[in-house]
């Protein structure tokens, strides 16, 4: 395998673990961010987020990485340079690109005399590659005088899943590559072969999965790369907010939704996947990227209902959760309500768009005192600010005299918890299983009133 010289533009989640990733597999990997922090922090061999195995990762492969926050340092050398900096959403829900403009910018400046592919990796609006390249062209060409090399612009998503962010980059169920140049797929089929014919030798935390030889590579058009992103995070989006909408006739009619989606989720067709009844998605890519979707539909006079409603069905799960507390208490002024977990799934300590935050919300507005904790996401909290809650040290502490609990995010020491003691302690043990992660019958023998959602 030839030794690809890789530079990295973001050391955001991303970013991050693309370049451990890559530097693992054996190629040569600058990791470039403005933020001098981070970079310090990199170097030492530090990680900014939570990711299990991350960390361990990158001591692994810490000889053939480098930090830094100087374009002129990362960019000439390169044979691949990805652009993998924050897209948030904007105004009118269509993701704010001045991130990824400053950086392309920056990439044409600084580009050497070779054969360079410029690769989007942050999720970005269909027709971006064509902007980039035009931006990258322009920043190029402005270096008059200097002996200038040549390059394309490809597409590269991503599809990991925060909490087996690393798992998912070597064992890929699909590499997509979009790009209108030959030499680029060339280029960047040859940097993936190592998972695309899965040749490296896996490490003991990240085992090979049973009867994996080969993972798929895909190529593609500019446009289909950048909408196979949209489109696959759309749908996984509706999955969750179709089996949230029947969880919600099941309790109507005294069906059981944990029953439903087994037997629904058995058919090929459908799949198991994506089809748990809770609160609903958060993060940073499922809100993030409808909301371009349906601004992208808009931008070309279409509507998309459909997205809409999984859109608008996930926001009612919050509210949901109000709604079935005051249903049990009557009352929320005045009443201690505790929340386990806050990061918007286990395995991270990733708090945005998390549904834990917006029902703590709902609840001090009815007058409520909350209570929370979360085995990796508090300092996170604690650092904005913005939550008048009480932060616990244990979920014990978080039940002691409170008049219900609420399981937000399936940690799985949460479900391994005392429940008999634990429901001793409370004033009212009120139990609502948010994400259905618990079993009734223990729950109801420990002495709990337990609600689920769509049983």
């Not at 609160?279 to 809409?308: H, N, Q």
Request: charged share 25%.
């Amino acid at each position: 395998m030839r030794r690809l010289r890789t530079c990295i533009v973001g050391t955001g989640y991303v970013g991050l673990t693309n370049a451990v990733a890559l530097a693992y597999l054996g190629h040569e990997v600058v990791c470039l961010d403005v933020d001098q922090a981070k970079v310090a922090m990199l170097s030492a061999g530090k990680i900014p987020i939570f990711e299990p195995h991350l960390e361990d990762l990158l001591a692994s492969s810490r000889e053939r990485m480098t930090f830094t926050t100087d374009y002129a340092q990362a960019i000439p050398k390169a044979d691949v340079v990805f652009i993998a900096v924050g897209t948030p959403t904007g105004e009118g829900g269509a993701p704010d690109l001045r991130y990824l403009q400053a950086a392309a910018k920056s990439v044409g400046e600084h580009l050497g005399e070779g054969f360079t592919v410029v690769v989007n990796k942050s999720t970005v609006p269909i027709g971006s590659a064509n902007w980039v390249e035009a931006i990258v062209r322009d920043a190029f060409q402005r270096r008059a005088g200097e002996k200038k090399g040549t390059f394309a612009v490809a597409s590269n998503p991503e599809f990991l899943r925060e909490g087996s962010a690393l798992h998912d980059t070597l064992y890929a169920d699909r590499t997509v590559l979009g790009a209108d140049d030959q030499r680029a797929v060339e280029v960047l089929s040859e940097l993936y072969r190592p998972i695309t014919d899965q040749t490296f030798e896996p490490l003991p935390y990240l085992p090979r999965p049973a009867g994996l030889t080969t993972s798929r590579l895909i190529t593609t058009d500019l446009a289909s790369a950048e909408l196979i992103k949209y489109a696959a995070n759309a749908f996984l989006s509706l999955k969750i907010s179709f089996i949230n909408e029947i969880a919600e006739l099941a309790e109507r009619v005294g069906a059981d939704v944990v029953q439903i989606a087994e037997g629904i989720g058995s058919d090929a067709r459908v799949g198991r996947s994506f089809l748990q009844a809770g609160l609903g998605w958060g993060g940073s890519c499922f809100g993030k990227d409808t909301a371009a979707l349906l601004a992208t539909g808009r931008e070309y006079g279409l509507e998309m209902p459909i997205v809409k409603a999984a859109r608008d069905v996930n926001w009612r799960q919050r509210q949901r959760v109000t709604d079935k507390l005051l249903n049990e208490l009557k009352i929320l002024k005045g009443k201690t309500i505790g929340l386990l977990g806050l990061a918007f799934k286990p395995f991270t300590d990733d708090l945005r768009d998390a549904p834990a935050l917006d029902i703590a919300a709902r609840l001090l507005e009815r007058g409520a005192s909350v209570r929370v904790h979360d085995p990796v996401a508090m300092a996170r909290v604690k650092s904005d600010g913005k939550l008048a809650v009480h932060f616990c040290e244990s979920a014990h502490e978080v039940a002691e005299g409170a008049d219900a609990l609420v399981l937000v995010t399936e940690w799985p020491e949460y479900r391994r918890l005392p429940w008999e003691s634990v429901a001793k302690s409370m004033r009212n043990p009120l139990i609502l299983d948010g994400r259905n992660a618990l079993e009734q019958q223990q729950l109801t023998k420990a002495g709990f009133r337990y609600i689920g959602m769509g049983r």
